[in-house]
T-cell receptor, first 115, second 113 residues
Framework: DTEVTQTPKHLVMGMTNKKSLKCEQH?????MYWYKQKAKKPPELMFVYSYEKLSINESVPSRFSPECPNSSLLNLHLHALQPEDSALYLCASSQGGRGLYNEQFFGPGTRLTVL | AQSVTQLGSHVSVSEGALVLLRCNYS??????LFWYVQYPNQGLQLLLK??????LVKGINGFEAEFKKSETSFHLTKPSAHMSDAAEYFC???????????FGTGTRLKVLA
């Protein structure tokens, strides 16, 4: 299985809502990533988990809260978002470890709209 | 510090014509280089990667790229464009010991019938 899955595919939420994005992989990868992508722009790294521990936080606002319950799952909890947070949220995974290179495999994304 | 430059935010080619998408990188250490394709409202799919083995890299869907250290380039080519190649293409650079990709700004490829 060489697939990264993400749910939901689309999400519409109000600024007072709490929602979660989910990501799953079964490739035995030990690094997982969250990216935010605005239209016509490259993905922007938000968080990296390595061996279930938060390794990188790119100064993301606290209204985004990541969670890595186990090596296969990655969640992104959303609370009190702003309309400018509307974007495509991409999850990715890679083998992990800081050796060699980390080829990243991307999921299909969750299209988030904040009203 | 690393950086990636993709010249041409939009490229149009006729169906059957050569596709050439340009990527130049800057890195103080040996780089790993990747080309990804993104179709509308989808994730990124890896086309090919350079990981310090062969300098001419063949990927999926008939694409290939050549790593040229002297020119700090990793241009993506395909001999004959197909309508299904219309998409956004991203070049990315990484180095050993890091989780971060540095992405280029992307090139939107349009294929004309």
């Amino acid at each position: 299985d060489t697939e990264v899955t993400q749910t939901p595919k689309h999400l519409v939420m109000g600024m007072t809502n709490k929602k979660s994005l989910k990501c799953e992989q079964h490739m035995g990868h030990r690094a997982m990533y969250w990216y935010k992508q605005k239209a016509k722009k490259p993905p922007e790294l938000m968080f990296v988990y390595s061996y279930e521990k938060l390794s990188i936080n790119e100064s993301v606002p606290s209204r985004f809260s990541p969670e890595c319950p186990n090596s296969s799952l990655l969640n992104l909890h959303l609370h009190a978002l702003q309309p400018e947070d509307s974007a495509l949220y991409l999850c990715a995974s890679s083998q992990g470890g800081r050796g060699l290179y980390n080829e990243q495999f991307f999921g299909p994304g969750t299209r988030l709209t904040v009203l | 510090a690393q950086s990636v430059t993709q010249l041409g935010s939009h490229v149009s080619v006729s169906e059957g014509a050569l596709v050439l998408l340009r990527c130049n990188y800057s890195s103080s250490v040996p780089p790993y280089l990747f080309w990804y394709v993104q179709y509308p409202n989808q994730g990124l799919q890896l086309l090919l990667k350079y990981t310090s083995a062969a300098t001419l890299v063949k990927g999926i869907n008939g694409f290939e790229a050549e790593f040229k250290k002297s020119e700090t380039s990793f241009h993506l080519t395909k001999p004959s464009a197909h309508m299904s190649d219309a998409a956004e293409y991203f070049c990315a650079v990484s180095t050993s010991g890091t989780y971060k990709y540095i992405f280029g700004t992307g090139t939107r490829l349009k294929v004309l019938a």
